[in-house]
């Protein structure tokens, strides 16, 4: 089983910036995608950005040009750098590795 713990969330304003932090643990040899999902409430969980272990990145429509991820494979942590944030950005981050998945973390944007 694989163990997620994010970090890293929390209240910004428009414009603003974060940077979310993922770290692996367990049975981590396996895991080919880390990433990021979110869900707003009331909407559907939806792709925000993914990285592989050979560092090939997908990235959700509404995020391209303004987040950017990263993965360590030594410690087996990914980054979500998130810039130029917009109310719309607001949802609960989930970490996922593969069909694992994180608790989940509160990212606001708002003035």
């Known amino acids: 089983q694989v163990q997620l713990a994010e970090s890293g969330g929390g209240l910004v304003q428009p414009g603003g910036s974060l940077t979310l932090s993922c770290a692996a643990s367990?049975?981590?040899?396996?895991?080919?995608?880390m990433g990021w999902y979110r869900q707003a409430p009331g909407r559907q969980r939806e792709l925000v950005a993914l990285v592989s272990k050979g560092g090939l990145k997908t990235y959700g429509e509404s995020v391209k040009g303004r987040f950017t991820i990263s993965r360590d494979n030594v410690v087996n942590t990914v980054i979500l750098q998130m810039n130029s944030l917009k109310p719309e950005d607001t949802a609960a981050y989930y970490c996922t590795a593969d069909d694992n998945w994180g608790r989940g973390i509160q990212v606001t944007v708002s003035s």
């Open positions: 367990g049975a981590i040899s396996g895991i080919h995608y």
